[in-house]
């Protein structure tokens, strides 16, 4: 954190968490005609008709994700980092974005800075997690 600004790690999270944010979020993607039909539920193949940013809805009452990303094991950890107790904003800030595209360079801490730059900024790739056949 200190040489680079930032810290990578891998395998954060539970898998079954992961799979169970990620069920709902395409569920809710299906809906909205952004993901393809497939026989396999997990499968989510982007309708490249539709264009996907940014999607704050997919969020909202979404229990799965609120534990995924505010539960014990990232305040925890944030607390530990810091030293100190943490706590987290209302309000997530979820980017579904096909293959080939990106979320440009921008800087999180004018959206979230809110008179404060004591603000770190967890970005989470669903998609990244590849669950074996025991799971």
Same mark, same amino acid.
């Given at each position: 954190?200190?040489?680079?600004?930032?810290?990578? *790690?891998k395998?954060f999270?539970?898998?079954?968490? %992961?799979?169970n944010?990620?069920?709902?979020?395409?569920?809710?993607?299906? +809906?909205?005609?952004? *993901?393809? !039909?497939?026989?396999? !539920?997990? +499968?989510?193949?982007?309708?490249?008709?539709?264009? =996907?940013? @940014?999607? !704050?809805?997919?969020?909202?009452?979404? &229990?799965?994700?609120?534990?995924?990303?505010?539960?014990?094991?990232? *305040?925890? @950890?944030? =607390?530990?980092?810091?030293?100190? &107790? %943490?706590?987290?904003?209302? @309000? =997530?800030?979820?980017? $579904?974005?096909? &293959?080939?595209?990106?979320?440009? &360079?921008?800087?999180?801490?004018?959206? /979230?800075?809110?008179?404060?730059?004591?603000?770190?900024? /967890?970005?989470? $790739?669903? +998609?990244?997690?590849?669950?074996?056949?025991?799971?």
């Amino acid at each position: 954190m200190k040489k680079d600004g930032y810290l990578y *790690i891998k395998e954060f999270f539970q898998q079954l968490e %992961v799979l169970n944010v990620r069920k709902e979020i395409i569920a809710r993607m299906r +809906e909205l005609n952004l *993901i393809l !039909p497939r026989a396999d !539920p997990l +499968e989510a193949k982007a309708n490249s008709d539709q264009r =996907t940013v @940014f999607m !704050p809805e997919l969020a909202r009452q979404n &229990p799965a994700l609120d534990q995924l990303l505010y539960g014990d094991r990232v *305040i925890s @950890f944030y =607390t530990r980092l810091l030293g100190s &107790p %943490v706590r987290h904003y209302d @309000f =997530t800030w979820f980017r $579904p974005v096909g &293959p080939g595209r990106g979320t440009a &360079p921008h800087c999180d801490l004018v959206y /979230m800075g809110r008179g404060t730059r004591q603000v770190f900024t /967890m970005w989470v $790739p669903l +998609e990244i997690y590849r669950l074996s056949s025991a799971a």
